[in-house]
């Protein structure tokens, strides 16, 4: 299957700085790529859906200014905590659409997990 | 919203089949049933989908009731290395991917 990856795997940040996840799809383009979070034993919860070429969509609840996202190519999709703080340690996880398939079935990154301290 | 209800957790021992149950009542008729599963500190993989018929790959058979209120997941050959939390989701289309609580399957030796 297609294959999605994130950089970095997991990092540990001070409060107050800003944190920026990438997400790739490898082997194919993704026009539409998805953002999650998951907390610890806890299910994963969608926060936005990055557009190439156009803003991103948030889900209710979810701060855009906080959480940045900039898809800035067919394989590239950015999330970017801003001014990070202990609540925001998380794990991090994108997605994307296989184009190819008809039933739109979508594939994940490994995850980003993110410590603020 | 999650439109699927699971049970929270079962167990399967190894070389079992692994039959997990997904009620999705409110189903509409274009919506699919799709069927991922997350390994501890990974992201969710893909299982199976399917619309109403019943579906076979080589991770897992899917089987939809002719009313398609209601499926389940079958591992047919149950091993260690598939516990994990499986969920079972319904979508049409171009809709976003919800995912709900799942069930944890522990697979015990």
């Known amino acids: 299957g297609a294959v999605v990856s994130q950089h970095p795997s997991r990092v540990i940040c001070k409060s107050g700085t800003s944190v920026k996840i990438e997400c790739r799809s490898l082997d194919f383009q993704a026009t539409t790529m998805f953002w999650y979070r998951q907390f610890p034993k806890q299910s994963l919860m969608l926060m936005a859906t990055?557009?190439?070429?156009?803003?991103?969509?948030?889900e209710q609840g979810v701060e855009k200014d906080k959480f940045l996202i900039n898809h800035a190519s067919l394989t590239l999709s950015t999330l970017t905590v801003t001014s990070a703080h202990p609540e925001d340690s998380s794990f991090y996880i994108c997605?994307?659409?296989?184009?190819?398939?008809?039933?739109?079935?979508?594939?994940f990154g490994p995850g980003t997990r993110l410590t603020v301290l | 919203d999650a439109k699927t209800t699971q049970p929270p957790s079962m167990d399967c021992a190894e070389g079992r089949a692994a039959n997990l149950p997904c009620n999705h009542s409110t189903i509409s008729g274009n919506e699919y049933v799709y069927w991922y599963r997350q390994i501890h500190s990974q992201g969710p993989q893909y299982i199976i989908h399917g619309l109403k018929n019943n579906e076979t790959n080589e991770m897992a058979s899917l089987i939809i009731t002719e009313d398609r209120k209601s499926s389940t997941l079958i591992l047919p050959h149950a091993t260690l290395r598939d516990t994990a939390v499986y969920y079972c989701i319904v979508k049409g289309g171009a809709q976003k991917l919800v995912f709900g609580q799942g069930t944890r399957l522990t697979i015990n030796p």
């Open positions: 990055s557009n190439e070429g156009s803003k991103a969509t948030y």
């Open positions: 997605s994307a659409p296989s184009s190819g398939a008809s039933y739109n079935e979508q594939f």
